[in-house]
């Protein structure tokens, strides 16, 4: 993609990088973040830009910050080492994880970077599970740490390999069905055409066209059909009725008809070739579906911090299930705490921003309890002791907490009308038949061709389509669907609940002056890189993303060296010596050696004097407002819930212009999660978004939860979607997506109905042939595509004006 061509794409309000919707409030121009500003930058100085033409209109998270973080590959280096020193020659190789890793676009990328370096080869990597293979020449191992530190530069992230499931064995299972039913259905299809084609009965081949047509059909029914039969007796077990249901019924006539006649020598009950045809496409749709929701699952799961592993006391790695109370571990920085710890270290400064949403760092002195879920800021290793199992903790409760999928009770009452009418027409249209004395095998004729030409062939490719469709526009906002029946259930949502830090605001402190920075001279902006560079504190990784570009390039030219001279006052800030010159960074009281003013919240300071101060504030989310009158006016009740001051949610809801009746501070797990509670006994149907794991209870309650994914997220595996994107547009947009798609439904429902009038009334009357339906169902589910594809095109995804 050329410079050119960017600029249109930026004018149409969507990323240049990442692809997901830029606000028009948004301080990037053309960018959702300073982390995609400046890996589109870099990918077009190497000269990589073909990176875009691949990657096509392929959204991508948002790089944010992480860009500008420093990798740490202490895990990495000792896994190599161990690794190398164990080869006897020739090529090494371990298997890790990518985070941002979305399309072949990135797998071209990643490509390119590893030919530049000697002694890295090609990784082999993995779009579906986010793995690669790092492979090279023994004696080889600094370059793959060079290679990691350049991924990390375009804002891929080389993680330990977690060791979760990968993939989904219903879908594995689903695509084995699928290809298997394809392969019996032509076979059907060839030994079935010459009977079409007037292949006479005494012909030598009949009888062997006969049977194969006759084993691909049982096949078929056996391997495809049971896919459905199971499903469909599950529902009935559990008074549910769905699609499988009328599927199931539908197929199992055809064959079983289809057998009959077979044995009777009746050759107008043969619909061996339409059981193969309709069972291929009934599971191609649903393969369809379910891959959909299953790759925008496992792209939302890669952005969960959920730790998997930590190190033990020998320096052995120990997998988080097997800890137990007064077992004595380590956590890398950056990493979560799994279990709540006693500190064994002296000091460690902690954030609490993955349970509570609020990135304010907290200090911990030896002997304090740290909770489960804090996140280490500070540098190297922390030396805890685990003060409870692993085994009925909080991280794993959250962890193991898998609901069913919801019912889709808006389909059931129609599909309940469905199979009903067409089990009466069916047995009065065969009943009719026998009496009028056209005889046992007319009416049988009749019968099954009912069933066959009214089985919801159209709707089962049509609906998955347009959940498909749904769901790709859906990620090219930045949403991220992991659920069945999310479309119906968004449809009747009435009201939303918004946690307040990191959902309606930014996850990090927002510097209210941006300039203060860009104005630093070379030798300030020097300094500050320096005391910033590799620091998990907020406050750090803010000025690192207001630095932007700047800052990365000062860290390439030195900084990241120097910061290795940092010294770190607990709960103060960070000193650096150079020269006999010291630079400060911190309270001002202490920067400033006690001249700093109260209402500053950071001071750069010169052998201490000030050279910049810093105030920052929560920075609302773009769009917020707009989104909150655009939900208004579509009559959707909105409210804060928030565990924060009344006072900050007060200022927070006179932004947004809400009544103070629907703002609620001060709340806790259990408070948010009842308020959701009363909120659905009174009637209401209750979206909640959420970002901590404080939010888990409340959007277990909801009929309906999402998270806006930072850096570190812990409900991205617990909610229904998962957001990747700056702005609070995506939820009126996201309900725009949802009235298209209800549109193509109605209008795919409109189509079948009109179908199977005219397709039953040809059963009916007796003129319904073989060949015929095999005609007409490919042909109806063809038309009934159109119907959605082109409703999805001639549809506009906007909002309220």
């Not at 805890?384 to 991280?395: F, K, Q, T, Y």
Request: glycine content about 10%.
């Amino acid at each position: 993609m050329s410079e050119e061509e960017s600029t249109v794409t930026a004018s149409r309000g969507h990323c240049l990088h990442c692809g997901t919707p830029v606000a028009s409030d948004d301080k990037h121009v053309g960018f959702c973040c300073s982390g995609c500003e400046y890996v589109y930058k870099l990918i077009h100085d190497e000269g990589l830009d073909r990176f875009y033409d691949i990657k096509g209109g392929e959204s991508l998270p948002p790089v944010r910050g992480r860009v500008f973080d420093e990798g740490d590959f202490s895990w990495l280096d000792e896994k190599l080492v161990k690794v190398d020193d164990a080869s006897d020659g020739g090529i090494c190789q371990i298997v890790a994880q990518v985070d941002g890793l979305t399309c072949v676009g990135c797998v071209w990328l990643i490509d390119r970077l590893a030919d530049r370096l000697d002694g890295v080869l090609p990784p082999e990597v993995s779009v579906s599970t986010g793995e690669i293979t790092l492979r090279w020449d023994k004696g080889g191992k600094s370059s793959v740490l060079k290679f990691c530190s350049e991924l990390l530069k375009f804002g891929y992230r080389v993680l330990p390999n977690s060791g979760r499931k990968k993939g989904s064995p219903e879908l594995k299972d689903l695509q084995i069905r699928t290809g298997l039913c394809g392969a019996l259905a032509l076979n059907s299809m060839a030994f079935t055409l010459p009977r079409y084609l007037g292949m006479p009965e005494d012909f030598f081949l009949a009888r062997i066209f006969d049977w194969i047509a006759v084993l691909s059909a049982t096949l078929a029914f056996l391997s495809g059909g049971s896919f459905f039969f199971r499903r469909a007796w599950s529902a009935f077990r559990m008074g549910t009725l769905h699609m499988d249901v009328p599927i199931a019924i539908g197929v199992t006539v055809a064959y079983v008809g289809s057998l009959v006649g077979w044995l009777i020598g009746r050759t107008e009950l043969f619909y061996f070739d339409f059981v193969t045809i309709f069972l291929f496409l009934m599971l191609g749709g649903r393969w369809v579906q379910l891959a959909a929701v299953n790759r925008q699952r496992q792209e939302a799961e890669r952005q969960s911090l959920r730790p998997d592993s930590v190190v033990s006391s020998t320096g052995e790695s120990v997998d988080c299930s097997e800890l137990v109370a007064g077992d004595v571990f380590e956590v890398r920085s950056g990493n979560v705490v799994p279990v709540a710890s006693v500190l064994q270290d002296e000091a460690a400064v902690c954030s609490l921003e993955w349970i509570t949403g609020e990135a304010e760092p907290r200090s911990w002195k030896r002997g304090g309890d740290l909770p489960a879920g804090a996140i280490f800021l500070g540098k190297g290793m922390l030396r805890v002791e685990a003060s409870e199992d692993w085994v009925g903790s909080m991280l794993e409760r959250i962890a193991a907490s898998h609901a069913p999928p919801p019912r889709n009770q808006a389909l059931e009452r129609p599909l309940k009308a469905y199979v009903l009418i067409v089990v009466v027409l069916a047995l009065v249209g065969g009943g009719a038949w026998l009496v009028s004395g056209a005889g046992l095998v007319a009416a049988l004729q009749v019968f099954v061709s009912v069933m066959v030409v009214s089985c919801p062939c159209a709707l089962g490719v049509a609906l998955p389509l347009a959940d498909d469709l749904a769901k790709a526009k859906s990620q090219s906002i930045g949403v991220f669907i992991r659920r069945e029946n999310f479309w119906a259930r968004l449809a009747a949502v009435t009201s939303i609940f918004f946690d307040k830090t990191g959902t309606l605001t930014m996850e990090l402190p927002v510097l209210r002056d941006p300039l203060v920075v860009n104005e630093l001279d070379d030798e300030a902006g020097f300094a500050l890189s320096v005391l910033t560079a590799g620091s998990l504190h907020p406050v750090a990784r803010s000025l690192r993303d207001a630095m932007g570009r700047r800052g990365q390039l000062l860290r390439d030219e030195g900084a990241r060296e120097q910061s290795r001279h940092v010294v770190d006052s607990l709960g103060m800030g960070v000193e650096w010596t150079n020269g006999g010159i010291v630079w400060r960074l911190g309270r001002p009281t202490w920067a400033a050696s006690g001249k700093g003013a109260d209402n500053i919240d950071a001071m750069l300071t010169r052998d201490g004097a000030e050279v910049a101060s810093f105030i920052f504030g929560d920075g609302v989310r773009p769009q917020s407002v707009e989104a909150i009158r655009k939900l208004t006016l579509l009559g959707l009740k909105t409210s804060i819930v928030s565990g924060d001051r009344e006072e900050k949610v007060r200022v927070l809801g006179e932004k947004l212009s809400l009544p103070a009746d629907r703002l609620f501070s001060g709340m806790l797990p259990q408070e948010k999660a009842s308020l959701v509670e009363l909120a659905c006994s009174r009637g209401e149907t209750v979206m909640f978004v959420g970002d901590g794991a404080n939010d888990s209870l409340a959007c277990a309650e909801a009929s309906l939860s999402g998270t806006v994914v930072a850096d570190r997220s812990t409900l991205v595996d617990r909610t229904d979607f998962s957001v990747f994107g700056n702005g609070l547009g995506f939820v009126t947009d996201l309900l725009a997506i949802g009235r298209v798609r209800a549109r193509a439904v109605r209008g795919a429902f409109l189509f079948a109905a009109v179908y199977n009038v005219a397709a039953v009334s040809l059963a009916l009357a007796g003129m319904m042939h073989p060949l015929l339906a095999a005609v007409l169902m490919p042909l109806g589910s063809a038309l009934s595509l159109l119907v959605v594809v082109t409703t999805f095109r001639s549809s506009s995804l906007k909002g309220v004006d």
